[in-house]
């Protein structure tokens, strides 16, 4: 006596279950040979008297006979079994339609679930889904691809109820491998490690492509909805996206080299003088992080850890911005600008490189200044290239730890060479300085989590700086103009004294 399979589902994901009792083995059941009937042409079964079946043969019966006790079968025999195609009707009013072999649900066809109104449409071996075919839930949205032992494997493809769209490969319903593609409702899609997408409260890391076209880092977290009424969307899995790349950057396409009239270079690499923070920020491939309401030593801090920081300054009622990075991922076109060993800029699966040391200043969102620990250049290329420099020699002290003392006794000469017209104004700087220091001119807006060791080896620094003149001079006289104003309030602060 054969007791059929049915459909049990569980909450958030539909589990299906059965089992089979005594009967033929699989392998004798793969093996028999039952040529497909053709209800139209067959006799009508004679008339059964009790469970005898044993006549039945190459007939088709057009009236419901109840089989295997509680099974209510319609359709084709051979040999006293079912087997051609039918209509099954199992206890829990589940229904069953297409072909079958020796009583089971075998070959293709198509299950809907009595209770819950989940529906299989697809391959079947011995009464479970195997091979091709789609779920579709009733509350829980479907998937399509491959089955076996009623799970979900291989290629498939899960359409959650709220429209949400996940393609990959499938090792049960919870659980995957390889990269997989979510698409959300709006147009975007996140790629990202299939491992760990399911499990709800998680966070995987991906990449997600735009409606709007364009490729950046974003990470997906896994949400269950647990309200589970009668509603489609109410039930079952989730995922919210959070950008955590640059968005708008395609709005910037690049930019020709130019120069100024005396043949002056107005930008370095990608970078060039008089472009938006946001646009310094995608060339830069980082999202700087905005620090104006820490404290110095939080954001000497987020330095020392290569964190590119920026902080913003009312002035007299202009906006200046300082942006500041050491280490950092970058693109292998703005890493080549830097003084940083070659195995640094060796391209990492993610296709960026480290960067090294950069300083700029906005002045309303214009580039003003930018400074950058810069490869060394040999002098006859920049006098063939700019013509003679003015040329001026200093001692640089630097500060470093000795003990638990900071002390400012570490000298280097350095050697500045600058070129300027009306429009811009070049600076080479070329000397030595403490492995771990910051730049020469180190800037006094961010403070400084760790000073290198007064015991640290020296090595060569060399800064390469652009300067808008234009921009610079506002800069230069709405500070000049603060300090004034400060040294005031300052005096009437005291004049009690």
């Known amino acids: 006596m054969k007791v059929y399979k049915s459909l049990l589902l569980l909450p958030l994901l539909v589990t299906l279950q059965g089992c089979l009792s005594s009967g033929p083995t699989r392998t004798e059941l793969m093996q028999k040979q039952v040529q497909p009937l053709a209800?139209?042409?067959?006799?009508?079964?004679?008339?059964?008297?009790?469970?005898?079946?044993?006549?039945?043969?190459?007939?088709?019966?057009?009236?419901p006979i109840v089989f295997d006790g509680s099974t209510i079968y319609t359709g084709t025999w051979i040999d006293g079994q079912p087997n051609g195609k039918g209509k099954m009707v199992y206890a829990d009013k589940s229904v069953y339609e297409g072909a079958v072999k020796e009583g089971y649900r075998h070959g293709k066809g198509k299950l809907i679930k009595g209770p819950n109104g989940t529906i299989y449409e697809g391959m079947f071996v011995m009464g479970t889904f195997e091979g091709t075919g789609s779920v579709e839930f009733k509350i829980e949205g479907s998937h399509e691809g491959g089955f076996k032992d009623w799970q979900a494997v291989g290629q498939g493809v899960r359409t959650l109820a709220d429209g949400i769209i996940v393609e990959g490969i499938f090792n049960n319903w919870d659980a995957g491998s390889g990269d997989a593609k979510v698409t959300f409702k709006e147009g975007s899609v996140w790629t990202g490690p299939h491992r760990n997408l399911w499990s709800t409260g998680s966070t995987s890391k991906g990449k997600v492509?735009?409606?709007?076209?364009?490729?950046?880092?974003?990470?997906?977290?896994?949400?269950?909805?647990?309200?589970?009424?009668?509603k489609p969307g109410t039930c079952g899995k989730s995922f919210e996206l959070e950008v955590v790349g640059l968005l708008g950057c395609n709005q910037y396409a690049p930019k020709n080299a130019e120069y100024s009239a005396?043949?002056?270079?107005?930008?370095?690499?990608?970078?060039?003088?008089?472009?938006?923070?946001?646009?310094?920020?995608?060339?830069?491939?980082?999202?700087?992080?905005?620090?104006?309401?820490?404290?110095?030593?939080?954001?000497?801090?987020?330095?020392?850890?290569?964190?590119?920081?920026s902080l913003s300054i009312p002035m007299d009622g202009d906006e200046i911005r300082f942006a500041k990075a050491s280490i950092y991922t970058t693109s292998v076109e703005v890493s080549n600008l830097f003084s940083i060993p070659n195995w640094l800029?060796?391209?990492?699966?993610?296709?960026?490189?480290?960067?090294?040391?950069?300083?700029?200043?906005?002045?309303?969102?214009?580039?003003?200044?930018?400074?950058?620990?810069q490869p060394s250049v040999p002098d006859d290329y920049l006098i063939d290239k700019y013509g003679r420099p003015r040329l001026d020699t200093k001692t640089h002290k630097e500060k470093c730890v000795l003990g638990n003392r900071v002390v400012s006794s570490v000298s280097h000469f350095i050697s500045t060479?600058?070129?300027?017209?009306?429009?811009?104004?070049?600076?080479?700087?070329?000397?030595?300085?403490?492995?771990?220091?910051?730049?020469?001119?180190?800037?006094?807006?961010?403070?400084?989590?760790?000073?290198?060791?007064?015991?640290?080896?020296?090595?060569?620094?060399?800064?390469?700086?652009?300067?808008?003149?234009?921009?610079?001079?506002?800069?230069?006289?709405a500070k000049s103009k603060e300090e004034a104003e400060k040294k005031v309030e300052d005096r009437k602060l005291y004049q009690g004294f």
């Open 39 to 63: 209800k139209g042409v067959l006799p009508d079964c004679e008339e059964v008297f009790g469970r005898k079946f044993g006549k039945w043969t190459q007939c088709s019966s057009e009236k």
């Open 209 to 230: 492509r735009t409606a709007a076209g364009e490729l950046v880092d974003a990470n997906i977290k896994t949400v269950g909805v647990r309200s589970c009424s009668s």
């Open 262 to 309: 005396k043949g002056l270079p107005l930008q370095v690499g990608p970078i060039f003088l008089g472009m938006s923070y946001e646009n310094f920020q995608c060339v830069m491939q980082n999202k700087f992080e905005d620090v104006t309401g820490e404290n110095a030593l939080t954001q000497g801090m987020l330095l020392e850890f290569g964190t590119p920081v």
């Open 345 to 373: 800029r060796k391209p990492g699966k993610t296709g960026q490189v480290f960067g090294g040391q950069i300083e700029a200043l906005f002045w309303n969102n214009q580039l003003a200044t930018v400074k950058l620990g």
């Open 417 to 477: 060479k600058s070129w300027q017209d009306s429009r811009v104004k070049v600076i080479y700087e070329k000397g030595t300085g403490l492995e771990g220091g910051a730049l020469a001119t180190d800037s006094f807006i961010f403070g400084k989590g760790e000073l290198p060791r007064c015991s640290a080896n020296i090595y060569p620094k060399n800064v390469y700086q652009l300067v808008d003149v234009n921009l610079a001079s506002k800069y230069a006289l």
